[in-house]
Nanobody, 119 residues
């Protein structure tokens, strides 16, 4: 059984920073692409940032220059450093990972962590 466990959400003032973490645990061979999504109330999840197993990254235009995705392969963990946060960043953030189990790749999601940006 593979689990993705997120942490790091909370309440922050506009202009502040937060760092989200997402750790994969369980029995698996490797973790390939890892991503962060966010979901606004009443909306579908949207892709925020991607990091491949080779550490190539990509970002949504709305977060470029403010958010940084990174990973620690030894810990099977992905991070999202969020700086200069804006009220419109308020959402539930989810991590997603492509995990190889017994030679097959499966998609897993974290439980979500709420980020609230408010004065």
């Amino acid at each position: 059984q593979v689990q993705l466990v997120e942490s790091g959400g909370g309440l922050v003032q506009p202009g502040g920073s937060l760092r989200l973490s997402c750790a994969a645990s369980g029995t698996f061979s490797s973790v390939n692409t890892m991503e962060w999504y966010r979901q606004f109330p009443g909306k579908q999840r949207e892709l925020v940032a991607t990091v491949t197993s080779g550490c190539s990254t990509n970002y949504a235009d709305s977060v470029k220059g403010r958010f940084t995705i990174s990973r620690d392969n030894a810990k099977n963990t992905v991070y999202l450093q969020m700086n200069n946060l804006k009220p419109e960043d308020t959402a539930v953030y989810y991590c997603r990972a492509d995990v190889v189990v017994l030679g097959f790749q499966y998609q897993y999601w974290g439980q979500g962590t709420k980020v609230t940006v408010s004065a």
